[in-house]
């Protein structure tokens, strides 16, 4: 079955542990990034990679850290949680760029609380 | 800055009737109009999608109306069912750019009453 997988789905932690949730996809695409999802603000884009070992800023990347050492999985790294990042986190990928490509698959989710 | 600008916030609507969200956008490059559909606990899904070569695109019981003059998009739900209770999530993107990058509207909760 083609899907994006992270892990873990909740999460409560405490402010400044190191964390990083994990994301799969299976669908072999090139183009992954990760939002996060805030009642009243929609989905904001935190950082994509259109490819392997090529990552770049969305629009809300502080605090945050990814890496694409492979094509399926993109983990998100909080060095040091606060609780402003207490949200809701989601890993889309889509085929890649370009005029027939740009459908987003979503992952289920992970509802994370910084305490 | 919201660069995609999404109405109402929330939708109440009786089984059968219509329901309509409406979006606005400021970047005249956006080139490509997706709408999500998010049930709880569940990722968004891309639901109906329409690039602005064309002014209107149906799939069943699903419109998207475009308006490129005003810079504009509504999705339209005819015969609302309780099962397309949900959150709806407009979307703009510009596909040249090659990033792939969607900026997403607020979001709408929509329930149908039954």
């Known amino acids: 079955e083609a899907q994006v997988t992270q892990n873990p789905r909740y999460l409560i932690t405490v402010t400044g542990k190191k964390l990083t949730v994990t994301c799969s996809q299976n669908?072999?695409?090139?183009?992954m990034s990760w939002y996060r999802q805030d009642p009243g603000l929609g989905l904001r884009q935190i950082y994509y990679s259109m490819n392997v070992e090529v990552t770049d800023k969305g629009d809300v990347p502080e605090g945050y850290k990814v890496s694409r050492k492979e094509k399926r999985n993109f983990p998100l790294i909080l060095e040091s949680p606060s609780p402003n990042q207490t949200s809701l986190y989601f890993c889309?990928?889509?085929?890649?760029?370009?005029?027939?490509?740009?459908?987003?698959?979503f992952g289920q989710g992970t509802r994370l609380t910084v305490v | 800055q919201q660069q995609v600008k999404q109405s109402p916030q929330s939708l109440i609507v009786q089984k059968g009737g219509i329901s309509i969200i409406n979006c606005a956008y400021e970047?005249?490059?956006?080139?490509?109009f997706p709408w999500y559909q998010q049930f709880p606990g569940k990722g968004p899904a891309l639901l109906i999608a329409?690039?602005?070569?064309?002014s209107e695109k149906k799939e069943g019981r699903f419109t998207i109306s475009f308006n490129k003059s005003a810079k504009q998009f509504s999705l339209h739900i005819m015969d609302s069912q309780p099962g397309d209770s949900a959150t709806y999530f407009c979307?703009?993107?510009?596909?040249?750019?090659?990033?792939?990058?969607?900026?997403f509207g607020q979001g709408t909760t929509l329930q149908v009453k039954p």
């Open positions: 889309a990928s889509s085929l890649g760029a370009g005029q027939a490509n740009t459908e987003a698959f």
């Open positions: 329409i690039r602005p070569d064309v």
């Open positions: 669908m072999n695409h090139e183009y």
């Open positions: 970047n005249t490059a956006f080139d490509y």
């Open positions: 979307a703009a993107s510009i596909d040249s750019s090659n990033t792939g990058k969607l900026i």
